[in-house]
């Protein structure tokens, strides 16, 4: 089965690009795909130079002046950048015959949300909390995110692996986070909505009571703020409606007409620089990420919450990838089976896979998920992440793409 492995411009740099394409091609996969534009973060690197790499928001590549010229936002430069890494990668992945994919974080951007925090989610009490998360509907994010689409894409990657190109969650909306309030799944997920100027007025375009579902949302969280019992179980269509209403519910479902036309933009710029764009939706790895368990519902099921309408998308985009963040082989096939049914039988369909903890203990649970995720539907199986993993982790995936 087809198959690429995650890694950073770092684990190049700091271990030697033939070294790393050498190990690629050693696992029997095909691709590399490669973090181009970056969010913040502090990972454990348990083969790297350093054993704690620190990440910054930012692109490992020079901006092409012309993609961003005239616009308000455009990205911080990585260390190193001016040296074009991708570019030797680039000729590196030619001379193996390897594919090369860059991997984009569009709308997490710390950097650029505290730069100008109008660009960013506004909560429903007024609030720029979350400085990560730049909002899809705002005219300024969507012209940086289709310009950064075109400037990916002119570094001669096969594909744009697209992540945070919709909205994001209450939860994970700050690099360090202190909250000593019990929020339940339905209170953080509408305390975590976006009621900016331009997110309301495209709801009220489609019809929606926005301002109605703005004050209902705000009555709630400040109830569980002050005291009120947080609600229990998992969000729901219908489990929304009865606890805010139903113009919170259709305000909810409004968004995905902001992240549906972007990623229709961003494709067709992708594609206009020779390129395909590839969507990564995050549910999977919200769900699944902390222990591989994650809650009864299925990550198609829940993209909505993000804004992502994947029966539109389908007929949009080209290839799919999903982090299938699981222990439970058949709990990857259920998963993956439910975003073909989706999303249609021609989008490539690519499952991501982590081969080591808290999701595989051995190499033949993390080939049971391959097998598996082939039977569901996956067109290829991609491994997340060639710098996180401790060898013994990343030395089970030739057996499990055999297997």
Partial sequence: M???????????????VNQVLDRVTAYGLRGVTVAA?????????????????????????????????GLRLVPPVQPGAGDRPLTELRRECDERGLELHGWTVFLRNAALGQADLDVTVRSCFGDRGS??????????????????????????????VAEALHFGMFAHGCHHERCFVEFGPMDAFLFGLCFCHHCMRRATDLGVKAEVAREECARIVAGVLDGDPPAEGE????????????????????????????????????????????FL???????????GLPPAGLAAHDAWQFGVDLVALGDL???FAVPAYARDPRRVAEDLAAYRRSIGKNPVLRAVLRPGVPDADSAEQLAAKVREAGEAGADAVDFYAYGLAPFSALDRIPAALEG
């Fill in 317 to 319: 985009v080209p290839s």
């Fill in 37 to 69: 534009a970056c969010e913040q973060a502090r990972d454990l690197t348990p083969h790297g130079a350093s054993r704690l790499t620190l990440r910054r928001d930012g692109v490992h590549f020079p901006p092409p002046e012309d993609v961003f010229a």
């Fill in 131 to 160: 400085p990560a998360d730049l909002c899809p509907s705002h005219p300024d994010v969507r012209s940086y995110a289709v310009a950064l689409a075109r400037a990916v894409a002119r570094q001669g990657v096969d594909t744009v």
């Fill in 281 to 291: 939706d995050a549910t999977g790895a919200w769900k699944g990420y902390a222990d």
């Fill in 2 to 16: 087809d198959g690429a492995l995650y890694a950073f411009v770092e684990d190049f740099r700091d271990e030697g």
């Fill in 235 to 278: 969000v729901t269509r219908a489990a929304l409606t009865a606890y805010a209403g139903p113009e919170v519910v259709a305000y909810a479902r409004a968004r995905s007409e902001s992240v549906t036309s972007l990623v229709a933009e961003v494709s067709a710029a992708v594609t206009a620089e020779g390129a395909v764009l590839t």
